[in-house]
Nanobody
Framework: QEQLVESGGGLVQAGGSLKLSCAAS????????MGWIRQAPGKEREFVAG????????FYSDLVKGRFTISRDNAKNTVYLEMNNLKPEDTAVYYC?????????????????WGRGTQVTVSS
């Protein structure tokens, strides 16, 4: 059974850093585009960052570009999100997701597998 498990969330002060991890099992991780999506309280889920199966292409929301970095290790079936210069508006539950097929985009419907999320709270 496909499973995505996020870790690394927590409470951090504004300007601080966190690194999220997502371990995948039960799916062909190395052929999937992986993404990070977040949902703040009272708001809809929004795309944060994505990375293609071979790490050749990465893509980001304008809200996090230059502060967040997505990466992956196919040998470990793990995708990461390094978050720097965190802001209070980055507070959200962060979800890891895998593409339905090979390709996924900023469109959340292109992701077919989701983790349960990890809470990130940034205090001012």
């Amino acid at each position: 059974q496909e499973q995505l498990v996020e870790s690394g969330g927590g409470l951090v002060q504004a300007g601080g850093s966190l690194k999220l991890s997502c371990a995948a099992s039960g799916l062909t991780f190395s052929s999937k585009t992986m993404g990070w999506i977040r949902q703040a309280p009272g708001k809809e889920r929004e795309f944060v960052a994505g990375i293609t199966w071979n790490s050749e292409h990465t893509f980001y929301s304008d809200l996090v570009k230059g502060r967040f970095t997505i990466s992956r290790d196919n040998a470990k079936n793990t995708v990461y999100l390094e978050m720097n210069n965190l802001k209070p508006e980055d507070t959200a539950v962060y979800y890891c997701a895998a593409s339905r097929g090979i390709i996924a985009t900023v469109d959340l419907s292109s992701y077919g597998y989701w983790g349960r999320g990890t809470q990130v709270t940034v205090s001012s």
